[in-house]
């Protein structure tokens, strides 16, 4: 008896008590992903949910959001977490999501409330955007936003697992196991070690090539920009080469490497197709702009990115909330994609074809 009472009180409640009251504090509604989409990561873990519930904050997370890392509703339970239907959290004052949400599921958010998520693929759909517009949510993208000291702190840390998990890809790849030759990226005694050649000097790829270098391969980071390489030296491995992409030099590269990995250049680069018949049969290649390899190890991004969402969720508490959190932070500001029922980012904007206004501007209308 005892076990089906505890049970039953992780059971999503008929009533729709998770409604922000005016003054009531912060209410966050915990999404997890579509069951129809490959997407596995999340951003609170059970341990961050107790360090804001302890604090005063409201926590109600949609039953079972927490399978893609492995953790059970009764897990968040133990710590203050209110297990809920969707509807019921998308029914809270602030929604928490790692994918943006749908058109439906944003006509079931309250007026007014405010959404927080990554950037994704859905913020460029028309019916989207319209619903967040004509129910007046408050949209702001976490990877657009950045710290007090200027550092884009959620892009980077998914970027940095993503450049170190290509490379877990890469040797699962060249691995028996994987389909290849059966090679380790590092060199042993007697054996040269495997070449890796990253193109691109975005965060994902220089911990790709930080990541290859620690496993002992040869690591080659190109990209058509001398400054931006410059740059990219102070945070690379000391093995790692960095090199100006040229047709001659990227063409010997390419036919020694062993894996291949493409990412954001300085400036725009096509990788030329008539290097394709030089690549070697068993190269392992992978696009940083394609695919997202930290979908593999969701369970590291949500720890990762709850220490940063913890401190976030504790400022807002103190600036009053949501809105207190926006007006009064910059590095918030630069994330959002709608706020009062207007469409403040460009980007979108110029995408769908729709007028936007600059947030400082409103901001500035209303002080």
Same mark, same amino acid.
């Given at each position: 008896?005892?076990?089906?009472?505890?049970?039953?009180?992780?059971?999503?409640?008929?009533?729709?008590?998770?409604?922000?009251?005016?003054?009531?504090?912060?209410?966050?509604?915990?999404?997890?992903? =579509?069951?129809?989409?490959?997407?596995?990561?999340?951003?609170? !873990?059970?341990?961050?949910?107790?360090?804001?519930?302890?604090?005063?904050?409201?926590?109600?997370?949609?039953?079972?959001?927490?399978?893609?890392? $492995?953790?059970?509703?009764?897990?968040? *339970?133990?710590?203050?977490?209110?297990?809920?239907?969707?509807?019921?959290?998308?029914? %809270?004052?602030?929604?928490?999501?790692?994918?943006?949400?749908?058109?439906?599921?944003?006509?079931?958010? !309250?007026?007014?409330?405010?959404? /927080?998520? @990554? @950037?994704?693929?859905? /913020?460029?759909?028309?019916?989207?955007?319209?619903?967040?517009?004509?129910?007046?949510?408050? %949209?702001?993208?976490?990877?657009?936003?950045? $710290?007090?000291?200027?550092?884009?702190?959620?892009?980077?840390?998914?970027?940095?697992?993503?450049?170190?998990?290509?490379?877990?890809?890469?040797?699962?790849? /060249?691995? =028996? /196991?994987?389909?290849?030759?059966?090679?380790?990226?590092?060199?042993?005694?007697?054996?040269?070690?495997?070449?890796?050649?990253?193109?691109?000097?975005?965060?994902?790829?220089?911990?790709?090539?930080?990541?290859? *270098?620690?496993?002992?391969?040869?690591?080659?980071?190109?990209?058509?920009?001398?400054?931006?390489?410059?740059?990219?030296?102070?945070? %690379?491995?000391?093995?790692?080469?960095?090199?100006?992409?040229?047709?001659?030099?990227?063409?010997?590269?390419?036919?020694?490497?062993?894996?291949?990995?493409?990412?954001?250049? !300085?400036?725009?680069?096509?990788?030329?197709?008539?290097?394709?018949?030089?690549?070697?049969?068993?190269?392992?290649?992978?696009?940083?702009?394609?695919?997202?390899?930290?979908?593999?190890?969701?369970?590291?991004?949500?720890?990762?990115?709850?220490?940063?969402?913890?401190?976030?969720?504790?400022?807002?508490?103190?600036?009053?909330?949501?809105?207190?959190?926006?007006?009064?932070?910059?590095?918030?500001?630069?994330?959002?994609? !709608?706020?009062?029922?207007?469409?403040?980012?460009?980007?979108?904007?110029?995408?769908?074809? @729709?007028?936007?206004?600059?947030?400082?501007?409103?901001?500035?209308?209303?002080?």
């Amino acid at each position: 008896m005892t076990d089906t009472k505890k049970d039953s009180t992780l059971e999503p409640q008929p009533e729709v008590s998770v409604i922000d009251r005016p003054g009531g504090g912060i209410h966050i509604g915990l999404l997890g992903n =579509y069951a129809d989409t490959d997407e596995t990561r999340f951003l609170l !873990t059970p341990e961050a949910c107790g360090l804001l519930t302890s604090a005063g904050i409201k926590v109600s997370m949609e039953a079972g959001a927490g399978v893609d890392i $492995s953790f059970k509703d009764e897990t968040y *339970a133990e710590y203050g977490v209110k297990i809920v239907t969707r509807d019921q959290a998308l029914k %809270c004052g602030l929604v928490l999501s790692y994918q943006p949400i749908r058109a439906k599921d944003v006509k079931k958010m !309250t007026p007014g409330a405010a959404l /927080l998520c @990554m @950037m994704g693929e859905a /913020l460029f759909e028309q019916s989207v955007i319209k619903a967040l517009l004509e129910h007046r949510i408050a %949209c702001g993208c976490l990877d657009n936003m950045y $710290s007090h000291h200027e550092v884009e702190i959620f892009a980077d840390i998914v970027d940095e697992i993503d450049g170190r998990a290509a490379i877990m890809y890469a040797q699962e790849s /060249l691995s =028996y /196991l994987g389909g290849g030759k059966g090679v380790l990226l590092a060199g042993v005694a007697g054996l040269n070690p495997c070449e890796v050649l990253i193109i691109g000097c975005g965060r994902d790829c220089i911990a790709a090539a930080n990541a290859a *270098a620690g496993m002992g391969a040869k690591v080659v980071l190109m990209d058509n920009d001398v400054s931006s390489l410059q740059l990219a030296r102070s945070a %690379c491995h000391p093995v790692v080469e960095l090199i100006a992409i040229h047709p001659r030099v990227l063409t010997n590269r390419v036919k020694t490497a062993d894996v291949i990995i493409t990412g954001n250049t !300085t400036r725009t680069f096509d990788f030329p197709k008539s290097l394709s018949s030089s690549i070697k049969d068993s190269v392992y290649v992978i696009d940083l702009n394609e695919s997202h390899p930290s979908v593999s190890v969701p369970r590291t991004v949500a720890m990762a990115l709850s220490n940063p969402l913890v401190n976030f969720f504790d400022e807002m508490s103190i600036k009053n909330g949501f809105t207190g959190m926006m007006v009064t932070t910059p590095g918030v500001q630069t994330g959002m994609v !709608t706020y009062e029922g207007k469409l403040v980012d460009k980007l979108i904007a110029s995408y769908l074809s @729709m007028p936007s206004i600059d947030i400082r501007v409103m901001l500035s209308s209303t002080n």
